[in-house]
């Protein structure tokens, strides 16, 4: 597994809302690893993060930290 994939399942799992990955053919929660793996996802693919939960807000902002820190 690739350190930034790991990275991103750690990130996710500091969150208690279900943050979901969602490409125009597939979805999958980000904290797991065979459903973001299985998606496939490439250099300049759109991909949208859905977070739903009690703490939704501070997972989007935590979780698009992490994509402006490491993409």
Do not use: P, W, Y
């Not at 799992?13 to 053919?25: L, N």
């Not at 999958?28 to 299985?38: C, D, F, Q, S």
Request: with cysteine.
């Amino acid at each position: 597994m690739g350190d930034l994939l790991r990275s991103l399942l750690q990130k996710a799992q500091e969150f208690g809302s279900v943050i979901t990955i969602h490409t125009k053919e597939k979805s999958a929660e980000a904290t797991k690893i065979l459903g973001v793996m299985g998606m496939a996802i490439k250099c300049g693919d759109t991909i949208v993060i859905e977070c739903t939960g009690g703490d939704e807000e501070a997972a989007c902002a935590g979780i698009k930290n992490f994509f402006e820190i490491n993409l």
